[in-house]
């Protein structure tokens, strides 16, 4: 998988089409929570296989920590690793920002994958958008 950090805006269209897919028709999100403010000040991410694109992500900052949200991989391509991938990129770019903590609200079924990449629970299960999360920090 090529990941791309947006430049774009057809790289931004495609970022939002997989959120789109994912969140919105897959999970119930509604969009008004899914495409929220926090959208124009992100660093996107979008990965590509042969053109086209199936995971994408958005980072931001906030207080020390680069926090990773909206991860996501279409239904079909999960459990190739893309997700791994998509983290380790968002990851380096934290690093070359100049921070050393990653901070995420992990929907509790994807704890487990997380926890697998070195990141620790630090709250208390907690609803967002329906879905229940926990937060999870790592150092880099």
Request: aromatic share 8%; glycine share 6%.
């Amino acid at each position: 998988m090529t990941i791309k950090i947006v430049q774009t805006d057809r790289e931004l269209q495609d970022a939002y089409h997989v959120r789109e897919i994912v969140f919105i028709h897959e999970q119930h999100v509604s969009p008004e929570l899914e495409m929220d403010e926090h959208d124009q000040s992100a660093t996107h991410f979008v990965g590509y296989v042969k053109g086209e694109p199936l995971a994408a992500s958005r980072l931001r900052y906030v207080d020390e920590y680069g926090k990773l949200e909206r991860i996501c991989v279409l239904q079909e391509h999960r459990g190739k690793h893309y997700g791994n991938q998509i983290i380790e990129a968002m990851e380096e770019e934290i690093k070359r920002n100049s921070y050393q903590k990653a901070k995420l609200n992990a929907q509790t079924h994807a704890e487990g994958f997380y926890k697998a990449l070195g990141y620790e629970t630090i709250s208390d299960e907690f609803m967002d958008a329906g879905i229940p999360h926990v937060t999870m920090v790592k150092t880099l």
